[in-house]
């Protein structure tokens, strides 16, 4: 997903990967249903005009298991803190993790310390675009 940074500034867009490899390929579209086609086209406009867009951070940008682990640190109970440590070591650890927050009756607090994570990823991202 892209942010257009000019005319609009802060206007998301999204474009496929296909769309995408339309455009780096310089393909034919014209034969594409009409949706489709400005699709392309706003994928082309990316392309030719790269500087103008921003990518919005990704999944593998934001590391949620990070998150996970600093919300574990940051909690005063020493119990709590152990049991959550243990739930995200190896396979299935968000599972566990999330369980384990709702069994210790602490999921307000985790989904408030993780909406803040996101939000400083947000702020960090526009003051790096040079968003408002």
């Known amino acids: 997903m892209k942010v257009k940074l000019e005319h609009i500034v802060g206007e998301i867009v999204c474009v496929s990967s296909a769309s ?11 034969h ?22 921003a990518s919005l951070p990704t999944s593998f940008d934001i590391h949620e298991y990070d998150m996970m682990e600093r919300f574990c640190y940051s909690l005063s ?4 803190q152990d049991i959550l440590l243990n739930a995200i070591r190896g396979k299935g650890a968000f599972r566990r993790f ?24 947000a702020k960090e991202f526009c003051k790096s675009n040079n968003i408002d």
Do not use: G, T
């Not at 339309?22 to 034919?28: K, L, M, P, Q």
């Not at 994928?43 to 103008?52: L, M, N, Q």
């Not at 369980?99 to 307000?108: G, K």
């Open 77 to 80: 109970d020493q119990k709590k």
């Open 32 to 53: 594409l249903p009409e949706w489709q086609q400005d699709e392309v086209k706003l994928a082309y406009d990316i392309v030719e005009s790269f500087d103008k867009y």
């Open 98 to 121: 999330k369980d384990d927050v709702y069994r210790l009756e602490i999921a307000e607090q985790w989904y408030d310390y993780r909406d803040h994570c996101y939000k400083e990823i």
């Open 20 to 30: 995408l490899w339309i455009a780096e390929d310089e393909e034919e579209f014209d």
